[in-house]
């Protein structure tokens, strides 16, 4: 068990639909990472929120937003899904902003289908 | 250009026996971090090891070492005496540089099968 938690862990729901997929990351991890996993497209980086501010973005879409709390869980939202969305999202957290010594660590997973 | 490459798509090994998953990355930066993480069926990411870039011995941890070879730009995953519970699809990643707001780049992973 990593520490990270997400809910809910599996998603299903229609074209057109909207999302959140919730994330509380480890004890005293202030960063929490987004990342989609597809087949097609392997392990991307969606978005990381450090303390509250969005610290870096990577392929993420339009339609999906996030924002981290001042609890520091996070919330992944996506809207206007499509059948291409379809796919693990997992969220990570690490200690700090950035830095490559700075470990992150999973949770496990919200498998969401797009039907 | 790949950042992270991993060219076995699969491996197998018998229990007991140590095998090796490779990993090749690409980059200009002289401060870096790699990791290995490790996929069960299950679906959860699972972290095993980390190496630094001016780290001068390779990382151990239990059964999982990195053999680091950092001229060849490869940091390859050993796992000695296998157990069945190994059997799983093990990611590579790289982390670049010490400025904020860096992810992790991952490679497409090599699925390990354990048997018996």
């Known amino acids: 068990d990593s520490g990270v938690t997400q809910t809910p862990k599996h998603l299903i729901t229609a074209t057109g639909q909207r999302v959140t997929l919730r994330c509380s990351p480890r004890?005293?991890?202030?960063?929490v990472y987004w990342y989609q996993q597809s087949l097609d497209q392997g392990l991307q980086f969606l978005i990381q929120?450090?303390?509250?501010?969005?610290?870096a973005k990577g392929n993420i879409l339009e339609r999906f937003s996030a924002q981290q709390f001042p609890d520091l869980h996070s919330e992944l939202n996506l809207s206007s899904l499509e059948l291409g969305d379809s796919a693990l999202y997992f969220c990570?957290?690490?200690?700090?902003?950035?830095?490559?010594?700075?470990?992150?660590?999973f949770g496990p997973g919200t498998r969401l289908t797009v039907l | 250009a790949q950042k992270i490459t991993q060219t076995q798509p699969g491996m197998f090994v018998q229990e007991k026996e140590a095998v090796t998953l490779d990993c090749t990355y690409d980059?200009?930066?002289?401060?870096?971090?790699l990791f290995w993480y490790k996929q069960p069926s299950s679906g959860e990411m699972i972290f095993l090891i980390y190496?630094?870039?001016?780290?001068?011995q390779n990382a151990t941890e239990g059964r999982y070492s990195l053999n680091f070879q950092k001229a060849r730009k490869s940091a390859n995953l050993v796992i000695s005496a296998s157990q069945l519970g190994d059997s799983a699809m093990y990611f590579c990643?790289?982390?670049?540089?010490?400025?904020?707001?860096?992810?992790?780049?991952f490679g497409k992973g090599t699925t390990l099968s354990v048997s018996s």
């Open positions: 990570a957290s690490s200690v700090e902003a950035g830095g490559h010594t700075d470990t992150q660590y």
């Open positions: 004890s005293g991890d202030l960063s």
């Open positions: 929120y450090y303390n509250g501010e969005e610290r």
């Open positions: 980059t200009s930066d002289p401060s870096y971090g």
């Open positions: 190496q630094g870039s001016y780290d001068q």
């Open positions: 990643a790289m982390r670049e540089s010490n400025q904020a707001g860096t992810a992790l780049i």
